[in-house]
Nanobody, 124 residues
């Protein structure tokens, strides 16, 4: 599975962006897709996740109510709609796929396939 994240850019505080995660080689065995982010000097952290076998969604507390994850079954794309962006949201955002339910959905080690990341900068 190869993942390609896109949609990042420079946005002012309070603005919005929509990230996309396109996959090639994804199969029906894919269990879920997550978004993670890593800010300079910080560890990679969980942002949101969505299941492929159901519509279960999970969000980090820091983005709850501002970000929304969704998927398009027709083309296999996963989106992350980010609203009310804050400077603290500045990071490289990665999407990742997991093959099964092993591990915690918020743990990056549960995901086997990763995209290259897209940079989101929130600044005035």
């Amino acid at each position: 599975v190869q993942l390609q994240a896109s949609g990042g850019g420079l946005v002012q505080p309070g603005g919005s962006l929509r990230l996309s995660c396109v996959a090639s080689g994804r199969t029906v065995s894919t269990y879920g897709t997550g978004w993670f982010r890593q800010a300079p000097g910080k560890d990679r952290e969980f942002v949101a996740a969505i299941g492929w076998r159901d519509v279960t969604k999970n969000y980090a507390r820091s983005v709850q109510g501002r970000f929304s994850i969704s998927r398009d079954n027709a083309n296999g794309t996963v989106y992350l709609q980010m609203n009310s962006l804050k400077p603290d949201d500045t990071a490289v955002y990665y999407c990742a796929d997991r093959r099964g339910p092993t591990g915690l959905v918020r743990d990056a080690r549960s995901y086997q396939y990763w995209g290259q990341g897209t940079l989101v900068t929130v600044s005035s």
